[in-house]
């Protein structure tokens, strides 16, 4: 009664083809990730170092450490947070919340996607004509962190808007129905739902910021400083930029330390993304409906 | 006090709601169409009519919810209390005014306890002591208060689904409305659960006005005083309930769908 006919067999082995083909295709995809990380890690591990980490480069910048880079990142990273997040989560519960399905609306979404395929290097040539130029911040952390703003909106805008979107409207009906306005609705049912959802897309963000080059290498960071930022107005070494200069425009750099360099800042964008996940699995363990 | 009275609407209770000449139509299709009716104080006022009939865009117009259709457009005089509400413009002091219970539950993810006092917090009460009052007078009243009152901190969301239709219940007394008002409420709810919401009902029509739509004839025969029969976008016949169960009818459609042979 239950024998397997021909063509159950062939299904079967052909179903077993296409469950072998897409198990390979997602290993080739963990391939260049492990090939990075195995190369950075045998490769550069050894100028690891707390030294490494907290001290200025010395000799052209061929020895010492990256503290300058290190610490003009994580500047340019917070004041492009400080500028894209609140400008972002309003746009995108604007649009969620309150826009109706009109030209407007339709405009602004077109221009949120554009803005999106912006490539960074058009973006870096906006910002000095915008920020460093005409609005006269000169080559400094700010003009370089509102250039990475404006290019990270987008995700951040898309991001908001799905986790809002992803709060069931049967909720603010319940809402709207007992008399709340829009913003109580807002306030009181919807952002709760939707925190994790934005936390997770700022957190990516921050991630993508890190690594970004060409939109700071002509607005605030620098090739070399020995000194550290000590506002928004002055320059600044930067991670991705110092990678960048030492692997390809300084002579007589070991070749260990390019590697280094490597290591730390993926090693910042990973642990920013650890955190993320980490993040998104506590929140879904406690998903709410 | 309201309790003093006679709690069954007669033909002299004042009127609460009236609806003249209401048509409702989504874009050019018509949902409802000429629709006149009078609803008295202390009734439950039952809805029969099978899917499409316009019940529940009905029940939208009458708080304003289609406000948020844009698509929904709509003509026709609706008075509460003698106001006309099409000419509102504090509409979120007439939804204050009802309470909406929905064919699914909803329990909002929060607490028990925050679900049922977010509509007094939002009309400005702050009184912790005040709003444990209002919880659990709510809770009581329907019917849920035994069941929750050791879990209060857990959340509304995660009720099984004939405790949320009663906390959404609870939520609606919450805004100590005029009009209560219940669209297919026993879609998601056992039978057992059903006809506890039904005893809650029956007491609190001596409170306030209840608007009850239903695709159960039986449900209309046990609750409501008056009841109405939609069927596709048009008000057949408005009349005693008796009446409708009993044969005297206006409209043979009327009897086929009461006696089950449609619909």
Redo the contacts between chains.
């Keep these: 009664m239950f024998e397997a006919s021909d063509l159950n067999q062939r299904n079967e082995r052909v179903q077993w083809l296409f469950k072998a083909l897409f198990l390979l295709m997602t290993c080739l995809l963990i391939l260049p990730v492990l090939i990075i990380l195995t190369t950075l890690i045998v490769k550069g591990g050894s100028v690891i170092s707390i030294d490494f980490l907290f001290t200025n480069p010395t000799d052209g910048m061929t020895a010492g450490g990256i503290f300058p880079a290190l610490l003009g990142t994580v500047w340019l990273v917070t004041v492009a947070l400080l500028i894209s997040v609140p400008l972002g989560v309003a746009a995108a519960i604007y649009l969620s919340e309150y826009a109706g399905n009109n030209w407007f609306t339709r405009i602004i979404n077109l221009a949120i996607i554009n803005l999106a395929g912006v490539p960074s290097i058009v973006h870096a040539l906006f910002g000095v004509g915008a920020f460093v130029l005409f609005f006269g911040f000169g080559t400094s952390i700010l003009a370089a962190s509102l250039t990475l703003a404006i290019m990270t909106l987008p995700i951040i805008i898309v991001a908001t808007r799905e986790s809002l979107q992803a709060v069931p409207l049967a909720f603010r009906e319940a809402c709207w129905n007992m008399g709340a306005t829009r913003w109580q609705t807002i306030r009181r049912v919807v952002l709760p739902n939707a925190i994790s959802g934005i936390l997770t897309g700022v957190i990516l963000e921050v991630s993508r910021t890190t690594g970004e080059t060409a939109p700071i290498m002509f607005t605030g960071a620098v090739f070399f400083t020995p000194f550290l930022p000590q506002g928004i107005f002055d320059q600044t070494m930067a991670m991705s930029l110092h990678l960048f200069v030492v692997s390809t425009q300084v002579p007589g750099v070991p070749e260990d330390l390019p590697y280094g360099v490597a290591l730390v800042l993926i090693g910042m964008v990973l642990v920013m993304n650890s955190i993320s996940i980490a993040f998104r699995m506590y929140l879904r363990g406690k998903k709410k409906w | 006090m309201k309790e003093s009275q006679p709690a069954a609407a007669s033909a002299e209770s004042p009127i609460k709601l009236e609806v003249r000449d209401l048509t409702i139509r989504y874009g050019s299709t018509t949902a409802l169409g000429n629709v006149s009716l009078q609803i008295r104080e202390h009734e439950i006022f039952g809805i029969i009519g099978p899917a499409n009939a316009g019940k529940t865009s009905f029940l939208k117009t009458l ?1 304003r ?1 289609d406000m ?1 259709d ?1 698509n929904m457009g709509v003509q026709g005089d609706i008075l509460f209390n003698g106001r006309d509400i099409r000419r509102l413009n504090n509409v ?9 219970v ?1 064919p ?1 539950p ?5 607490t028990v306890y925050d679900n049922v006092a ?2 007094p ?3 400005g009460i702050k009184d912790k002591e005040e709003l444990d009052v209002i919880v659990e007078r709510c809770l009581e009243r329907a019917a849920l208060w035994d069941e929750v009152k050791e879990r209060l901190d857990s ?1 509304g ?2 009720l099984s689904g004939g405790q949320q239709q009663r906390l ?1 219940i609870a ?2 007394l919450s ?1 100590d409305p005029e009009v209560l008002m219940l669209d297919e409420f026993s879609i998601a709810v056992d039978p057992v659960t059903t006809m506890r919401i039904e005893d809650v009902l029956k007491e609190l029509k001596e409170e306030m006005t209840i608007i009850l739509v239903t695709n159960l004839v039986q449900q209309a025969r046990r609750l409501a005083s008056r009841t109405a029969f939609f069927l596709d976008g048009e008000c057949v016949e408005i009349g005693e309930t008796e009446d409708l169960f009993t044969g005297a009818v206006q409209d043979q459609r009327t009897r086929d769908y009461v006696e089950g042979r449609f619909g």
């Design positions: 708080n919810m948020f844009s979120y002091a007439l939804r204050s005014r009802i309470g909406v929905f699914l909803v329990g909002l993810p929060m977010l509509a917090r939002l009309s959340l969301s995660l959404t939520r609606a805004q």
